[in-house]
């Protein structure tokens, strides 16, 4: 399979197998790193994805919450992972992702086909917005340049990357962006993603790893989509996420992986190849 070279949407910026860095990148100062983890950028390789080349899973569940005037209705649940394949460059390393995310009912866990809306009462259709692979450039600092400007749009971003905290043998690390879209007409879209991600350094330390198990924490805040109807109804819409980090696909839970091969069984007989050919 050859690479094509998608269109990058802000989803996949943002969360970037949920979790994209942006640009521009101001580096922020919660912490020193450890002297025994060496410099930021491979720790944060090592820990993010795996410090050689081969592929990873992050693994993603959740839900997404609306909120007017600080009243939080649940919408819908969130099974995600994304597939992920790390290969190393001159200048750092390059990552391809490809990334489903389903969207889920409350209840039953079953394939979101369509929802009540909690605050008008509607009746709401949602259909999925087909995924395409994607890949990132890293510099060895890991920061990356990313587009200005995205399907006619302008994009900004402020994101900052720090050592939150460390605690006995477990470190923290946050990676928290805030974005704009400035469409060619109409309003600014702005959306803000917290993420944490926590591990053991004495994983991180020693050397002959090349896997270091992750996990990850995520909210987000972002305004309304389309096929929610809710015009120009104030509040928007809140997510809470957590997740791992897995070396194979097994790994990944059972329940996305039903739902993709229901959805997409030839990702599902062939993820990684399903990120093309380099």
């Known amino acids: 399979m050859t690479r094509s070279q998608p269109n990058l949407n802000r989803r996949a910026l943002v969360l970037g197998a949920a979790l994209a ?30 410090p050689n080349d081969g592929v990873l899973f992050w693994w993603m569940k959740g839900a997404k919450y609306g909120q007017i005037h600080n009243e939080v209705k649940p919408f819908h649940g969130i099974e995600a992972c994304a597939i992920t394949r790390v290969t190393t460059t001159p200048a750092g390393w390059s990552v391809d992702v490809l990334e489903h995310i389903f ?26 917005t087909p ?7 890293y510099h060895s600092d890991g ?21 939150l905290t460390v605690h006995g043998d477990e470190i923290w690390v946050s990676d928290d962006a805030a974005t704009k879209m400035l469409p060619a007409s109409g309003a600014a879209v702005y959306s803000a993603e917290w993420s944490t991600f926590r591990c053991r350094m004495t994983d991180l330390a020693d050397k002959s790893l090349t896997f270091v198990p992750a996990s990850l924490h995520l909210q987000g805040l972002g305004g309304w989509q389309g096929w929610m109807q809710m015009g120009d109804q104030p ?44």
């Open 21 to 50: 860095p942006l640009i521009p990148v101001a580096w922020a100062s919660a912490g020193a790193v450890p002297p025994a983890l060496g410099e930021f950028g491979p720790m944060f390789r090592k820990m993010r994805y795996r």
């Open 103 to 128: 969207y889920t009912d409350l209840e039953s866990g079953r394939l979101l086909e369509s929802m009540t809306n909690p605050f008008t009462g509607k009746t709401l259709d949602y259909k999925r």
């Open 131 to 137: 995924a395409r692979p994607f890949t990132m450039q």
């Open 143 to 163: 920061s990356l340049d990313l587009p200005s400007e995205i399907g006619g749009a302008k994009f900004e971003s402020d994101r900052k990357k720090a050592i």
């Open 235 to 278: 509040g928007g819409l809140i997510s809470r996420i957590v997740g791992s980090k897995v070396a194979t696909f097994d790994e990944v839970p059972e329940t996305w992986r039903v739902l993709l091969a229901k959805a997409h069984p030839d990702v599902a007989r062939d993820p990684i190849g399903s990120l093309g050919s380099r």
